[in-house]
């Protein structure tokens, strides 16, 4: 069975770290692309941060130079280390894996499968 499982959310003040993971199983990790979105109320999902199947990574302009994703094959988990922490980074984080590799479009991929998700919230 594939399932990808996030954890690591929370309430944070603004000015704070929270690191989410992504923990997969069920499918080959090392052939998956591994993307992260949220959803905030009343918003569209939007792209937070991608690590390619072959390494690279990408970073919405809004979390660039905050945010930093990585990793562990070992283990088969991803992780979003999130650094000053925003209000307007409350939302839903969801993981999700795409077979292959991604570019730069990695944020329009249709993914295989997809997290429950974590709540977020970053308090003023």
């Known amino acids: 069975e594939v399932q990808l499982v996030e954890s690591g959310g929370g309430l944070v003040q603004a000015g704070g770290s929270l690191r989410l993971s992504c923990a997969a199983s069920g499918f080959t990790f090392d052939d998956y692309s591994i993307g992260w979105f949220r959803q905030a109320p009343g918003k569209e999902r939007e792209g937070v941060s991608c690590?390619?199947?072959?390494?690279?990574?990408y970073y919405a302009d809004s979390v660039k130079g905050r945010f930093t994703i990585s990793s562990d094959n070992a283990k088969n988990i991803v992780y979003l280390q999130m650094n000053s922490l925003k209000p307007e980074d409350t939302a839903v984080y969801y993981c999700a894996g795409d077979w292959g590799p991604l570019d730069s479009d990695w944020y329009e991929a249709e993914y295989d499968y997809w997290g429950q998700g974590t709540q977020v919230t970053v308090s003023s």
């Open positions: 690590i390619s199947s072959d390494g690279s990574t």
